[in-house]
């Protein structure tokens, strides 16, 4: 059974950090693609970041990049959010998410088939 765990959110005040990991169990996903998403009340839940599976390529919504790192340890089937200098807007729960599209770096919503519980972030000002 495929299972993927978040952990890591939690109350920062504006211009903090937070670290979100993403354990993945169940299977091996080291060929396909993983992605934050985050869905903050009465909005979508929007691609924040991706990263292929070999970590070549990434990828940043315009509202994260510079302040935001996707990694990933295939060898312990786990990905990581860094997120730096937070601001109040980065409200919202993360997801990790895994594609069904293998060798592939893909920002389509429905290319995620695998999808965590998430992860409260909030951020004070």
């Known amino acids: 059974q495929v299972q993927l765990v978040e952990s890591g959110g939690g109350l920062v005040q504006a211009g903090g950090s937070l670290r979100l990991s993403c354990a993945a169990s169940?299977?091996?996903?080291?060929?396909?693609?993983m992605g934050w998403f985050r869905q903050a009340p009465g909005k979508e839940r929007d691609l924040v970041a991706a990263i292929s599976p070999s970590a070549t390529s990434t990828y940043y919504a315009d509202s994260v990049k510079g302040r935001f790192t996707v990694s990933r340890d295939n060898a312990k089937n786990t990905m990581y959010l860094q997120m730096n200098s937070l601001k109040p807007e980065d409200t919202a729960v993360y997801y990790c998410a895994v594609s069904n599209r293998p060798g592939v770096l893909t920002t389509r919503r429905y290319d995620y088939v695998y999808w965590g519980q998430g992860s409260q972030v909030t951020v004070s000002s």
């Open positions: 169940g299977r091996t996903f080291s060929s396909y693609a």
